[in-house]
């Protein structure tokens, strides 16, 4: 990473919104559509989309999760290939997480391939633990999905 500390924010603009559906064509098997985010950007309440910004790159990661009283589901959660392996995923899920606990959200959930272990190594080394798993949950390859959950402090 650069010499300055990444900052993690909401999305602000449609050039954000350019290069996190890059960084979803870059990323996932089946990404997830320009119309699903304009859709849940309409709905601030609901959805959050953060973006992590470094010296080198306007938008290096993002996250997008639901709020639902006091937890959140983590949706998607992905860095630009070229930032993979430097702590880019490891400072936007922290970052998420606390604004998350600023919002007053307690608990968070997200489901991750059972062959992703790049990202069951970030989740768990952030204190999500594996309490379920989804039988053939995601398609194109069709594989089961870990449910992971953790509590969210103040002090992340």
Excluded: K
């Excluded at 938008?59 to 589901?73: C, I, P, Q, T």
């Excluded at 997200?110 to 995601?138: C, D, H, K, M, W």
Aim: net charge negative; aromatic share 8%.
């Amino acid at each position: 990473m650069s010499s300055n500390a990444p900052v993690v924010e909401p999305l602000a603009g449609p050039a954000d919104l350019e290069a996190v559906l890059a960084i979803e064509e870059a990323t996932f098997y089946n990404p997830t559509t320009r119309e699903w985010y304009e859709a849940e950007l309409a709905r601030p309440e609901v959805c959050s989309v953060y973006v992590i910004r470094t010296d080198e790159a306007p938008v290096a990661g993002f996250a997008a999760f639901w709020r639902v009283l006091d937890e959140m589901h983590i949706n998607n959660l992905a860095v630009e290939p070229r930032w993979r392996g430097r702590g880019v995923g490891r400072a936007l899920l922290r970052g998420v997480l606390r604004a998350a606990a600023a919002q007053g959200i307690r608990r968070a959930t997200l489901e991750v391939r059972r062959s992703n272990t790049p990202a069951l190594r970030l989740y768990q080394g952030q204190g999500f633990a594996i309490v379920g798993v989804r039988p053939n949950y995601y398609a194109q390859p069709v594989e089961d999905a870990l449910v992971l959950a953790a509590t969210v402090e103040s002090s992340q």
